[in-house]
């Protein structure tokens, strides 16, 4: 996809940190974008301000509408554990801009604070809760998108160390970057279409809290990049990191 023009990119988790930067690099680009959060007046905030080049809006349209045939940006609020939410979320990327180009699986939550969730004091039912939203949410997100997406797309699932790594107090959400993981592999093997893993490093979001840690935008050019130019071959079943864009990139 490294060739093609004015891609369209559908986002989940968009409206803040990681995805709402990455929304942002992808306007920049020329991309067309396509937004959904689970609350729907910071979807409809965002999509004015991705419109408008960074204005707030008044979140006051109508949900899922465009209000001019130029707009770069279009969304919808979808909540990943609802797969009828994703499937009408592709199904309104597809009317208003075609076969998707990209897709950047990023919702999720972290229930508790970061490094203060051990494992053996997460509940049930914020397990379950994480798992639905973290895995089975990127599950659902793919396969609703299958149905739309362009030849040579390419799918991204965002992770982390603590995928792979055992640090204390991550509790569930660890459990659920893991669990992504493996589904982008299972996609990745199955599909015609490029399925990876994108490792930031450590950032500054409302998941991890972080104070010294890089901010969304500056980790936004290498979701682009991993998405567009990097070789598909290089994404698909496989992890990329600030390494590897750094290399192709400097």
């Known amino acids: 996809m490294g060739s093609h023009m004015d891609p369209t ?18 306007v920049d680009e020329g991309a ?12 409809d905030r965002t999509v004015a301000a991705l419109n408008e080049g960074g204005g707030e809006g008044d979140g006051a349209g109508d949900e899922g509408a465009r209000t001019d045939a130029a ?21 309104g990327v597809a009317r208003e801009a075609g076969p998707v180009d990209a897709v ?16 053996d004091e997460t509940s049930y039912a914020g397990y379950d809760d994480t798992m639905r939203t973290n895995a089975r949410g990127v599950f659902a997100t793919v396969s609703e998108a299958v149905p739309h997406l362009a ?57 991890t809290g972080k104070e010294r840690a890089r901010d969304p935008e500056s980790v936004a050019p290498l979701f ?6 990097a070789p598909a071959e290089d994404l698909n079943g496989e992890r990329l990191g600030l390494r590897e864009w750094k290399a192709a990139t400097r």
């Open 9 to 26: 990119v559908a986002i989940t988790g968009a409206t803040s940190g990681i995805g709402r930067a990455v929304a942002e690099a992808f």
């Open 32 to 43: 067309f974008v396509a937004v959904s959060g689970r609350d729907g007046d910071a979807v």
């Open 71 to 91: 707009d770069t940006a279009w969304g919808a609020r979808v909540d990943v554990r609802d797969e009828f939410d994703l499937e009408r979320f592709f199904e």
């Open 104 to 119: 950047f699986a990023n919702a999720a939550v972290f229930h508790g604070a970061p490094g203060e969730s051990p494992t």
């Open 151 to 207: 030849e040579d797309a390419r799918v991204v699932v965002p992770s982390g160390g603590v995928a792979r790594e055992s640090r204390a107090g991550m509790g569930a959400y660890a459990v659920s970057k893991a669990a992504a993981e493996a589904v982008a592999r299972g996609f990745a093997a199955d599909l015609d279409a490029a399925v990876g893993v994108v490792d930031p490093g450590l950032v500054a979001t409302d998941l």
């Open 224 to 229: 682009v990049w991993a998405a567009t130019e």
